[in-house]
Structure formats: structure tokens, C-alpha cells
């Protein structure tokens, strides 16, 4: 909820950037908020891939992308 409201006061703030760099600035910064709290939390070096978990990932990456 704190992350939405300050979104909201950005985005009043921030009226004359344009929407489109207005949302990749929110994104670009929650990642990199995200991105070293995930690697610290889950480990995912530590984690065996199998092929059925790749098949899986690529198959999500690929054909819902190719349909839209």
C-alpha cells in the first residue's frame, strides 16, 4: 500500500515526464530494490535445474509472447 501511494505522488509530481518514462523509472527502481533481496533470500545458485523446469520457463517465455 506504502509502494501505491507513493506512486501516486510521484506521478503528481513528476505530471510533465512522460507516462511511458514515468513507469519505467518505477520499474527500473523496484528491480533494483527486488533483485538483491531476492538473491539474498532464495539462493537460486543453490537450486538443481532439471529439464522440465527449463522446458517450462522457455515455454512461458515463448509462446505467450508469440500469441500476444
Known sequence: AACYSVAG???RRLGH???LANA???LITSSLYM???ALLID???QFAVDTDSV???LF???V???IA
Open 43 to 45: 539462493r537460486p545458485w
Open 60 to 62: 512461458l517465455g515463448l
Open 64 to 66: 505467450p509472447t508469440g
Open 9 to 11: 505522488l510521484l506521478s
Open 35 to 37: 533483485v538483491p533481496a
Open 24 to 26: 519505467a523509472g518505477v
Open 17 to 19: 515526464v512522460p507516462a
Open 55 to 57: 522446458l517450462a520457463v
